[in-house]
């Protein structure tokens, strides 16, 4: 159960990390972010009224952390696919943001089984093949794009690993809390920016058919990982 709702998750992260690249060529990331973390909040309120969700101290504070990271990540994220190239970008951040947890598990105590250590010996392995891309006319990650994909891998890791500190029993109220503070921080920001630049608060642009159709997409593959990767890890490390 649990393999099968980590592949799922991965996938829906894999799905709206792409479109939300794709629109973040078209629009500042700050602002796919945003609008994808409000689709992404309507989702999880509805998804919350029919699996459940309880909103204890404990967890309120735990998702507020988690809300902060998923506002870094998604941010960083799409501004490091944008800059690209995605090929090289996007493991890179996967690689950061899966090794994370696992130590983070392990200095907890926590054993790791046979699958697990394998698991970390590939990614050890992807490590050296994201930075080793062979060609003279390869287009490699610019300085800005490398520290948006540390930021994103930082973000994520900070992600699982306070989504995996809530109570079992808490349901989605912690998806609930996170994508608020989330979407909180992010309009702040582009409050921010539009006073001091002078620039719209979000491009026009940004609710054209195509760009607008790629944000929700990437609002909806985000918050349905995050569903997936709380019954994974709920169900096992």
Known sequence: MTIIF????????????????????KIRALAVTAISFSFGLVIALVLSQVLGATYSAETIQTSI???ISSAIAISCLYA????????????LTAVISAMIPVIVDVASGQALSGFAVFAVVLILVAVVLVGFVPGEKVTLPS?????????AGLGF??????????????GL???????????????????????KNKVPFIEKSAFEIKTLTLIL????????GNVAFLIATREGA
């Open 6 to 25: 980590g592949l799922l998750s991965a996938f829906s992260y894999g799905l709206a990390d792409f479109v939300g690249a794709l629109a973040a060529k």
């Open 65 to 67: 952390y988690a809300g």
């Open 80 to 91: 490091a696919l944008a800059l690209g190239p995605i090929s090289i970008v996007s493991p």
């Open 143 to 151: 300085l800005p794009a490398l520290i948006y994909s540390l930021g």
């Open 157 to 170: 890791a900070g992600i699982f690993v306070f989504l995996d500190a809530t109570s079992k029993d808490s």
């Open 173 to 195: 109220g912690p998806l609930v809390v996170m994508r608020a503070v989330g979407l909180s921080l992010l309009i702040l920001g582009l409050g921010y920016l539009a006073i």
């Open 217 to 224: 997409v990437a609002g909806a593959g985000d918050v349905l």
